[in-house]
């Protein structure tokens, strides 16, 4: 039988390939988001726990104490909002990344698909080509059969 040879199966193996770099650029993505939600998370815990820390103490103590904790708090705020515009970038480039994704796997899929279907004709013609194949040998051994019994029926009659 014929060995199977599709057209199309280097392009297949560089959209699986290009889809296996998009998972993990889509996972990079989502690891990095996480880290940052995590850096803003920790920053908030600790300016509560300041807060809670600051309002616990005696009014002689704490009011020297709230204007220098006032003035770190707007630098932390700020951090924050530099964090939370780095978090809004990745979740976009997340997106991005996933309607990629979402593209090149409906691809892959439809090249995927158009190969079973290449696979199964050429299954189909190589069944078709060893019927045939066997069909002549049938026919041909019909014949010599046939001849034989023809030439001892003549040698029978002579």
């Not at 920053?43 to 204007?67: C, H, I």
Request: hydrophobic share 40%.
């Amino acid at each position: 039988m014929k060995r199977f040879n599709w057209s199309l199966q280097r392009y297949l193996d560089v959209v699986r390939q290009r889809e296996s770099a998009l998972r993990a650029e889509v996972l990079a993505a989502v690891r990095k988001a996480s880290a940052v939600r995590r850096k803003i998370e920790r920053r908030r815990q600790a300016l509560d726990a300041t807060l809670r820390g600051l309002s616990a103490e005696a009014v002689e103590y704490r009011l020297p104490r709230q204007q220098v904790a006032a003035d770190c708090f707007g630098a932390e705020r700020q951090a924050m909002r530099a964090l939370g515009t780095e978090l809004a970038r990745i979740e976009a480039l997340h997106k991005e990344l996933l309607a990629r994704l979402k593209d090149i796997r409906a691809r892959r899929e439809t090249l995927e698909k158009l190969r079973e279907e290449a696979l199964a004709e050429h299954l189909r013609q190589a069944a078709a080509a060893e019927q045939k194949h066997h069909d002549e040998v049938s026919q041909i051994a019909f014949v010599r059969n046939s001849a034989g019994s023809h030439a001892d029926c003549r040698s029978m009659t002579a």
